[in-house]
C-alpha cells in the first residue's frame, strides 16, 4: 500500500514532458520512465561557463557535489564579473565582503557569510560542510577557518570596483539594483547521472550595503535548498525578500505538494508580490527571480521584472533561457 509520502513523491514528478509510459495503480497518475539526467542549471549570463565546468564533471558520471562546486568557481574567480567573488563590488565601508552556502543529496550543508580576503568562498563553505560540527561561519571566524584550512589571502577589491565605490561615495546614495545591471548572485543546482542533487549559491551582496550586511545567499532555505526526494532552488535578487517567505525551501515544498518547478516558482514569486503590496513598497524597485529542477529532470524559472535569464546544460546543450516575469 502506497504511503501518503509515497504518493506525494509520485505526485511531484507526474505530468513532466519528458518520455512518459503507464499510469500508477494506486495514484492514476502518469508517472516518467526516463529521467533527463545529468542536468545542471545557473542563474545569469555567467552561468553559460559555469554550468561548462559543471557539465565536465557530470557528464563523466561525477558527484553533483562537485559539479555545482566547480561550476560557481568560475565566476567567483572573475575578476570581470563585480557581484561574485574576486572583483565583486564593496559594502559602503569598502570591504568586499563575501557569502555562500552548499548542500548535499544528504541534506549536509556548509555557509559562510561576511568572508574577506577569500577568492573561493563556496569552498570555505564546503570545508565547513565536511571539516565542523557546525554549518555556518561568520565574518573574522569565517576568515580564521579558511586560513586554518590553507585558503589563500587575497586582496578582492578590483581597481574598476574601488572606482565605483569613490564615486559612490560623493553622494553615498543607497539605490540597490539586483537585475541585468547587478546580477548579485550565481545559483546553481544540478542532478547528476546517478540522479543525486546538490546546490550552491555565491554572492558579494548588494554594492555598497552595510557593512554586515547578509542577504539570503548564505541561508540555506533561503537562497537554496535542496530534498534529493523531490527537487532544488535557488534564488537570486533583493534577499531580503527571498529571506522574507524563506523562499528556496517554500520553492521544493510546493513541487512537493504536486507543483511543477515552474508552477512552484510561479506561486513563490506571488507571496513576494503579495507581500510587497501589503507593505506598500514599490514592485518596480525589487528583483527576485527563482530557478527550480525536479527528479524527473523538469525545470522552471520565474521572475517579478524582465531582465533575469538563467542557463541549463542537459543532452540538449547549454542555452541562456530569459525567465518568464510578472511585470509586463
Known sequence: MKTRRDFIKTAAVAGVGFAFTGVNADTNLTIPTKTNKPIVLSTWRFGIEANVAAWNILSQNGRALDAVEAGVKIPEGDPTERSVGFGGRPDRDGH???DACIMDEHSNIGSVACLEHIKHPISVARAVMEKTPH???VGQGALDFALSQGFKKENLLVAESEKEWKDWLKKS?????ANIENHDTIGMIAMDANGNLSGACTT???AFKMHGRVGDSPIIGA???VDNEIGAATATGHGEEVIRIAGAHLVVELMRQGKSPQQ???EAVQRIIKLTKSRNKNLTDIQVGFIALNKAGEYGSYCIQGGFNYAIYDHNGNRLIDA???LK
Not at 173 to 177: A, G, I, Q, V
Request: proline content about 9%; some cysteine.
Open 135 to 137: 554549518v555556518m561561519l
Open 204 to 206: 558579494s551582496g548588494m
Open 223 to 225: 537562497g537554496l535548498y
Open 264 to 266: 512552484a516558482c510561479e
Open 96 to 98: 568586499v565582503t563575501l
Open 173 to 177: 546614495e543607497y539605490l540597490p539594483k
Open 324 to 326: 518568464p516575469y510578472y
